[in-house]
């Protein structure tokens, strides 16, 4: 069935460092593609999407980009803060009311 | 600045016992839902609902009740609480359901039973 495989956690990284985390699909129609923020004690909340192939979603300095060849989302940011700590999910929206999330990548950044 | 409002934040219910997760949104959002978030896992939707007095299942409903009286308002109940039912349970709503509309979440409920 239609499913969402994220980059298993969790992800450490330095202040300013590079960061990209995987996120595969598999989707026997024309999937939306989401990728949602959850900081600490909070919900998730919409970072960016991408509708349809080759669209790139971007927010915050964090951008992805829809390749259907490689049935990617890959979710990338140049340079990454304290702040930007959280847990990241990839999200794939097939029909409606069928909206199927990865497990989730917890990313922890240090001063 | 409301958004969606999920009320208790935490609960500790014995075996066998029976409970209410509230939920309510003030977007006058048409389609709301109810998840669960085990650990190390994504979401998985337990029933959804497409406006009021219609709701139905989504991937795991078994052990679950629930009921859409108004446009704002979708309680999750549970009636014989199991281990199994221990987790964060998250509503969620969204204007329509297609492709560009993003749901939008509550803070979550952490219940454990015991």
């Known amino acids: 069935g239609d499913s969402v495989t994220q980059m298993e956690g969790p992800v450490t990284l330095s202040e300013e460092a590079f960061l990209t985390i995987n996120c595969t699909y598999t989707?026997?129609?024309?999937?939306?593609l989401f990728w949602y923020v959850q900081y600490p004690g909070e919900g998730l909340q919409l970072l960016l999407k991408a509708t349809k192939a080759d669209d790139k979603g971007s927010n915050k300095g964090f951008e992805a980009t829809y390749r259907k060849e490689t049935t990617s989302f890959h979710l990338e940011k140049g340079s990454v803060q304290v702040s930007d700590s959280a847990v990241y999910f990839c999200a794939l929206w097939v029909n409606n009311n069928d909206m199927r999330f990865g497990a989730g990548t917890r990313l922890t950044v240090k001063p | 600045n409301a958004g969606v409002t999920q009320t208790p934040k935490f609960r500790i219910l014995k075996i066998g016992q029976s409970m209410t997760l509230q939920c309510t949104q003030d977007?006058?959002?048409?389609?709301m839902y109810w998840y669960r978030q085990d650990p190390g896992m994504g979401l998985k939707l337990i029933y959804y609902?497409?406006?009021?007095?219609?709701?139905d299942k989504g991937e795991v409903p078994n052990g679950y009740n629930v009921s859409r009286s108004t446009t704002e308002d979708f309680p999750l109940r549970l009636e014989l609480a199991a281990p199994s039912q221990t987790s964060v349970y998250f509503c969620a709503s969204s204007l329509d359901s297609d492709r560009y509309q993003p749901q939008h979440f509550g803070d979550g409920t952490r219940l454990s039973i015991l």
């Open positions: 609902s497409v406006g009021a007095g219609i709701t």
């Open positions: 989707a026997t129609g024309y999937p939306s």
């Open positions: 977007m006058n959002h048409n389609y």
